[in-house]
Structures are given as C-alpha cells and as structure tokens.
Nanobody
C-alpha cells in the first residue's frame, strides 16, 4: 500500500506561487488515482484537485481551477500541485490522498480515498 508524504508548504504573500509535492512509497504508484485536499481551521476538509492514473485526466475545485495545476510523474512516484496567484483564503493544511479505485465518480469525496499523508501547511498573508 502506498504512503503519501507531502512537502513544499510555507508562508507566502497574496499573489505569490508555491509548489507542493507528494512522494508516495510502498506501492505501485501508477495504479493509484491521486488527489489533493485542504482543510482550513474550523472548516471541513475540501477537495482541491485530482489526477487519473495516466495523468491524462484532471479535475479541479471551482475555487482553484484557473490558478492551480495538478501533475504526476509515475517514474518518480510523485504528484505535484502548482499553486499560482495565491489568496489568503487558500490558507490551509494541504493533504495528498490516494486510492486504487481509479473510477472517476465521487472523486471529490474524502471517503473515496484510502491513503492519506500528514499534510503540509500553506499560509497566505494579505
């Protein structure tokens, strides 16, 4: 089974860019559908973006779709989230998630994912 580990979080100013990475070890990475979620203080965990097993299919939350890009490198067992034009409301703990169920339905639900990283903090100051 895969174990995701996130990195790349930090403190940035509004309008800046940041790239998060998720390294997944312990499984056949190419067989996992991967996603990013985030959780702000006092709020529910919310879907950010997902990418299919072959990287050909992606989807985004409306709040980020023009600013964030998810990508994966199956040779390096990594998935990344490029975040541009960051806003204070993007402040959250960002978590990487994985599932062996590669079907596209319900991918915005946390219940679809079996494996989660610990998360990395992203703070955007105004």
């Amino acid at each position: 089974q895969v174990q995701p580990v996130e990195s790349g979080g930090g403190l940035v100013q509004a309008g800046d860019s940041l790239k998060l990475s998720c390294a997944a070890s312990g499984g056949t990475f190419s067989g996992y559908l991967m996603a990013w979620f985030r959780q702000a203080p006092g709020k529910e965990r919310e879907f950010v973006a997902a990418i299919g097993t072959s990287a050909g299919v992606t989807t985004y939350a409306d709040s980020v779709k023009t600013r964030f890009t998810i990508s994966r490198d199956n040779a390096k067992n990594t998935v990344s989230l490029q975040m541009n034009s960051l806003k204070p409301e993007d402040t959250a703990v960002y978590c990487c998630a994985a599932t062996l169920d590669a079907r596209w339905y319900g991918i915005t639900r946390t219940s679809r994912y079996s494996y989660w990283g610990q998360g990395t903090q992203v703070t955007v100051s105004s």
